[in-house]
């Protein structure tokens, strides 16, 4: 196990950059996990670690040590590739044994890795079968089996669970989660999906266009975010935005481009007389006679909660509530804003101010 | 509602329901044409073997007795022992090659495409084109070879390519190796292509070197199609006339005659159909062992069966 290092990491494919100078540093044991929109360079931030891809400039570190000219099988890393890359003519014993069989090692001794393993994984009956003969989740779980038996010093997981059905992936969710408190090993995690991010991590870094746009715990980042674009990208439904400015006279009121009053817990100095966003997420809201006047637009009754698309003058809203609603599209509600909730970002730059 | 009537099965209904049968009346078809235009001009040549047909003149069953003449020709045993040399020789270096070829090709390499389509070249031009151009670079007094080692000063005399047995044997298999390179290459390429550049990832994090990586992920993973290249690359070799007819016509001293340059010289120009048509018909033992290979060969490995096993 060992702690990993990213300093002001650099990748240009040709002359387009991809990676925009990376900071990023995981303690040893850490489960992070990489965020971000497709193409944000994800996966070529973890195959760099891998020593896959080379390097533009910046230092990639190992338990201290300087890796940039290491190649792949001196970083001992294992990495679980999206397609799992199983070696389709080994049957799963196989496959789990082929780092040891290159090794050298005895019979015995690779059984002494591969059965505790297999065991781990559920994969005892299994052993004999080719990748072919497997499911999609069974083959998950090789590519995994692949990776414990090394015992490496870092695991590597990219999108390990985009190819599986719903279920099956939140079964694996919590099989990796649980692995990982087992082993202990260092874990960097790619997703594109923020409720794995969510739900998995220790550490959850927001990627964008090449660059990390912040790094935190889960909640962190969900409560504070630094910006327009993780306020965006992480919870689900996602966080409502309206633009507009503080009322000039009264600064503990934001007033939207449509002219709609909402309420503001505390106005730093900064945040007057420039081009605001208001975040405000669905779940800070309630319905209340005598709140600002909204119009259902869809209303979703799931039983444990409600969710309601509403329109307030001319913006539409998510709003999520644990009450019941008993409203009809087009009908009209009062709303109250849960006004410490809300956050203030400035237009321009992204930035969060409140 | 109504009574479900269980009439006695009629024998046409039953026939039509049977699988087996079905399956059969859908070949039948295609087996008939088969038979016609595959197993009649090879029956022809057969019953040829047995009868001593001369050009001009229907021949009558003998039997056995060509047979048992080419058994005591030693010119016969000569042209079968040419032929297997020629055949391994060739098919050994021509896989050898081509498939070193086809792992350079494989590597991001500059102009690419340009050099695929460059190895390309000796395939599509005519074998008898080639041929002669072997002919030129073999040609006792003009060959380029002669005058480049001679020029650098490492021989003083030119080389007799086709002239001495042995010179002739090497010389007929390296021309035939350089035209049957790019059907192994490019086809071996295809077959590196269908390998996932994952599985080499994965492979060298495993840590794997270069080498290891050939061994247990190459290798494996195209065995399928080396099964199938080599086998039509030996039933070509084995079957190769053009270009010895063209080099060497089988000389000197019948030292590169193989069996179907010797069958269709004492066939045709020798006037001795029977005969020609028996040292054909040795020719089938040998390469219905090459295809019994490939079927062996080609046999899907346990590893491609989707499925329980
Ligand atoms: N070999 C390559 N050559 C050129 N450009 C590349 C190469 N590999 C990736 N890129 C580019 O780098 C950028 C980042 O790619 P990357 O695969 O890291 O994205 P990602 O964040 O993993 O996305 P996804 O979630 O879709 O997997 C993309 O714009 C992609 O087009
Ligand atoms: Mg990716």
């Not at chain 1, 660059?211 to 327009?228: K, S, T």
């Not at chain 2, 074998?127 to 151009?133: C, G, K, M, R």
């Not at chain 2, 080396?226 to 053009?242: G, H, P, Y």
Request: contains cysteine; aromatic residues 10%.
């Amino acid at each position: 196990m060992a702690s990993v290092e990213f300093a002001n990491v650099r990748k240009s494919f040709g002359t387009h950059p991809v990676i925009k100078g990376v900071d990023i540093e995981i303690a040893d044991g850490e489960f992070v996990i990489l965020v971000g929109p497709s193409g944000c360079g994800k996966s070529t931030l973890l195959r760099m670690l891998a020593g896959l891809e080379n390097i533009s400039a910046g230092e990639i570190r190992i338990g201290g040590q300087v890796v940039n000219g290491l190649a792949p099988k001196e970083r001992d890393i294992a990495m679980v590739f999206q397609n799992y890359a199983l070696y389709p003519h080994m049957t799963v014993a196989d496959n789990m044994a082929f780092s040891l069989t290159l090794k050298g090692a005895s019979r015995a001794e690779i059984d002494k890795r591969v059965k505790p393993a297999a065991e781990i994984l559920g994969l005892t009956h299994l052993l004999d079968r080719f990748p072919r003969q497997l499911s999609g989740g069974q083959r998950q779980r090789v590519a995994m089996g692949r990776a414990i038996v090394r015992d490496p010093q870092v695991f590597l997981f990219d999108e390990p669970l985009s190819n599986l059905d719903a279920k099956l992936r939140v079964a694996m969710r919590a099989e990796i989660k649980e692995l990982h408190q087992r082993l202990k090993t260092t874990t960097v995690y790619v997703t594109h999906d923020q409720i794995e991010a969510m739900t998995m991590a220790d550490k959850i870094v927001v990627m964008h266009d090449g660059i990390v746009e912040q790094i935190g715990a889960p909640l962190e980042l969900y409560d504070q975010p630094a910006n327009l674009f993780v306020a965006s990208f992480i919870g689900s439904p996602a966080m409502n935005m309206l633009k507009g400015r503080l009322d000039p006279n009264d600064a503990l009121k934001f007033v939207t481009e449509k002219g709609v009053v909402l309420p503001v817990a505390k106005a730093p100095e900064s945040a007057r007389g420039r081009a605001l966003i208001y975040g405000l997420r669905p779940e800070h809201m309630t319905i209340a006679d005598g709140g600002i006047p909204a119009s259902v637009v869809v209303i979703e009754p799931t039983g444990s909660e409600t969710q309601m698309i509403m329109r307030i003058g001319g913006d539409d809203i998510t709003g999520v509530f644990h009450q019941r609603i008993n409203a009809r599209p087009g009908e009209t509600v009062g709303l109250s804003i849960h006004a410490e909730a809300t956050y203030l970002f400035d237009a321009e730059s992204g930035k969060r101010l409140v | 509602m109504t009574a479900i009537t269980t009439k006695p099965p009629s024998a046409l209904g039953a026939l039509t329901r049977n699988n087996t049968f079905l399956g059969f009346m859908f070949l039948l078809p295609a087996a008939v044409f088969l038979l016609c235009f595959l197993t009649y001009p090879l029956g022809l040549g057969v019953w040829l073997g047995f009868t001593d047909a001369k050009i001009g003149r229907d021949g009558i069953f003998i039997g056995l007795d060509n047979y048992i003449a080419l058994a005591n020709d030693s010119v016969f045993w000569m042209t079968v022992y040419n032929t297997v040399l020629y055949t391994f020789i060739a098919s050994v270096l021509k896989f050898g090659l081509g498939l070193w070829l086809a792992l350079i090709l494989n590597e991001n390499l500059p102009f690419k495409s340009f050099f695929r389509a460059i190895i390309l070249l000796p395939w599509v031009v005519p074998t008898v084109l080639s041929a002669l151009a072997f002919w030129w670079i073999y040609d006792a007094q003009f060959s380029i070879l002669s005058w480049s080692l001679i020029k650098l000063g490492i021989i003083d005399t030119p080389i007799n390519f086709l002239g001495d047995p042995n010179n002739a044997r090497f010389s007929v298999i390296a021309a035939n190796v350089w035209r049957g390179i790019p059907f192994v290459a490019i086809s071996l390429l295809a077959g590196l292509q269908t390998i996932p550049q994952s599985l080499h990832e994965a492979a060298s994090l495993d840590g794997a070197t270069g080498w290891q990586r050939f061994r247990f992920i190459t290798l494996p993973m195209l065995t399928p199609i080396i099964a199938v290249v080599m086998t039509f690359s030996v039933l070509f070799t084995f079957t190769d006339f053009q270009l010895i007819y063209v080099l060497t016509k089988g000389g000197p001293v019948n030292a590169t005659h193989l069996m179907a340059t010797l069958s269709f010289q004492r066939g045709i120009p020798g006037g001795q159909l029977g005969e020609g048509a028996a040292i054909a018909v040795a020719m089938i033992p040998f390469l219905l062992a090459s295809i019994l290979f490939s079927f062996f060969g080609l046999q899907r490995r346990k590893w491609q069966q989707g499925g329980q096993d």
